[in-house]
């Protein structure tokens, strides 16, 4: 079966921008096409990942907007929404798109502008996709956090510090990538006298609010050396649903939707956890990555801490984690989010990452959406 | 008013309710009230930074409750803070209005806004 291959990749600075999201979506399409040297109008579909840009700016019909904008007209155009996962699930519609044969030639471009909100305003948009019976108590995604960091760290006997070691190391990472929102190194010691934000958790735990796009050019393998001399194959990727309700899991430590997308990721690349090189996680809080960790079977339940304290997951470690800094330090534009971290993976497996290239021919992304409530995992390689 | 969690024919327990039932898929039919029983902190947290409309700090956990040997699970504020642990003993206290409806992104009349806090016992 002919592959589906990634011939160009772009992402814009990440932060406080002033561009509205449709010019953030056009600034990272537009610099995706000129990656492959492919114009708008050889595009036949085109996918726009975004949770939100109705209720942050009032701007709907953003794929029509982006189409008009590249030149792209005719292609057919799909919004993905699926909340911080709508980049993951765009990179699942871009994929299918291609394998399914019904375009040949597929952009994909996640974006949000976010910014121009309160922390306040933009934590409730983001909490919009609770439950009612979890919103009105004023449950939010930084909440949902608190909640299963004490459980873990009581469950499992982590001491606190460790997660403020995966802070210290996303940091450490993002100093070296020229997209990052924050390009500076954090101690330990900051973390954890940082302001609590959700007990136990603090400030230096959770992402920041962020503006920013990414986009990834789909195609065929079997013609992708007419566009580009290298290129990186999506070889598996599997989405996944848990409860919407978040109290009602059985394990509040324990990511269903991630074990479950990666099974599916695995099983398609033909792949196991001990064969990835290098992955990117979604750190929207630090206790995330040692959840995801585990439960994409990099480590024991329950070790993933031990691993982040050992050094495993630093750049030089075993398995680099988070080499971009992860949505820790680079970052968390939420539809933007899912699609840069393939980015990421492409420049890395093509050897372009500058001072953060790590060695590895396999890449794993794993993007959550809510709480774990929807999440897609999506492993890329060297061809 | 109540605390209604939801039981489908085969004993499964969920609150809230759903129209099908998560664990075997039969329609559930009955509601047990949970307003007079006490439940155990499965994990606990203290929000300081809180939605519009959201009272700052906000304590919240997830407690437990045994419905004839069925495990049925809620998200509630805390009435306070002090002296929760995982595994302490709670019970629900009425509380008319959770939140402001009308400062956050929901549409007011889209939700039911009074609900229970856990009160430590
Ligand atoms: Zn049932």
Redesign the pocket.
């Known amino acids: 079966m002919d592959r589906v291959a990634i011939i160009g990749a772009s992402m814009t600075a990440f932060g406080d921008r002033d561009a509205w999201v449709r010019e953030l979506l056009a600034e990272a399409g537009d610099a995706a096409l000129r990656d492959a040297g492919v114009d708008g109008d050889d595009l036949d579909h085109l996918y726009v990942s975004n949770m939100a840009s109705g209720e942050f700016e009032g701007q709907t019909g953003v794929p029509n907007a982006l189409a008009h904008d590249l030149g792209a007209l005719g292609a057919y155009t799909q919004r993905v929404d699926q909340t911080s996962a709508s980049g993951g699930a765009g990179i699942y519609a871009a994929w299918q798109s291609v394998a399914s044969g019904a375009s040949e030639m597929t952009l994909l471009v996640g974006g949000e502008k976010m910014t121009h909100k309160t922390t306040s305003e933009a934590t409730d948009v983001i909490a919009s996709l609770t439950h009612p019976v979890e919103y009105k108590h004023g449950a939010t995604l930084p909440g949902f956090a608190g909640l299963a960091a004490r459980k873990y760290l009581d469950e499992y006997d982590a001491p606190r510090e460790s997660l403020g070691k995966v802070a210290v190391k996303n940091h450490r990472n993002g100093v070296d990538n020229p997209h990052a929102q924050f390009r500076k190194e954090v101690d330990l010691e900051t973390v954890l006298n940082s302001p609590i934000i959700a007990d136990p958790l603090r400030l230096y735990d959770f992402c920041p609010i962020t503006d920013g796009s990414a986009a990834l050019l789909f195609c065929p393998e079997s013609v992708a050396e007419e566009y580009a001399d290298d290129y990186v194959v999506v070889s598996g990727i599997g989405g996944a649903t848990d409860t919407h309700v978040v109290h009602e899991r059985e394990d509040p430590t324990t990511m269903q939707g991630v074990v479950e997308s990666s099974e599916v990721a695995y099983e398609m690349a033909d792949r196991g956890p001990e064969d990835v090189d290098l992955a990117e996680l979604h750190d929207m809080f630090t206790i995330l990555e040692f959840l995801q960790s585990e439960d994409l079977g990099f480590f024991e339940k329950g070790e993933g801490w031990q691993a982040v304290e050992d050094g495993v997951t630093d750049r030089d470690g075993d398995l680099p984690i988070n080499t971009s800094g992860g949505l820790k330090s680079k970052g968390h534009p939420l539809g933007a989010s899912g699609v840069a971290q393939a980015y990421e993976l492409y420049v890395q497996l093509l050897g372009e990452a500058g001072d953060r290239q790590v060695e590895g021919s396999v890449g794993l992304a794993c993007n959550v959406g809510g709480f774990d409530n929807c999440v897609t995992t999506t492993i890329l390689e060297q061809p | 008013m109540s605390f209604d969690a939801h039981r489908?024919p085969?004993g499964?327990v969920t609150y809230p309710g759903h129209t099908r039932?998560p664990?075997?898929g039969?329609e559930q039919t009955e509601t047990v009230d949970l307003a007079e029983r006490t439940g155990t902190v499965v994990t606990w947290t203290t929000s300081q930074a809180t939605p519009p409309g959201v009272r700052e700090p906000n304590h919240l956990a997830i407690v437990e409750f045994s419905v004839e040997g069925e495990s049925v699970r809620a998200l509630g504020q805390l009435t306070t803070a002090n002296g929760v642990e995982i595994g302490s003993e709670v019970e629900p206290v009425y509380e008319e209005e959770l939140r402001d409806p009308e400062a956050g992104i929901r549409e007011p009349d889209s939700q039911e806004w009074d609900g229970y806090r856990f009160e430590p016992v």
């Open positions: 489908c085969n499964h039932c664990e075997c039969e």
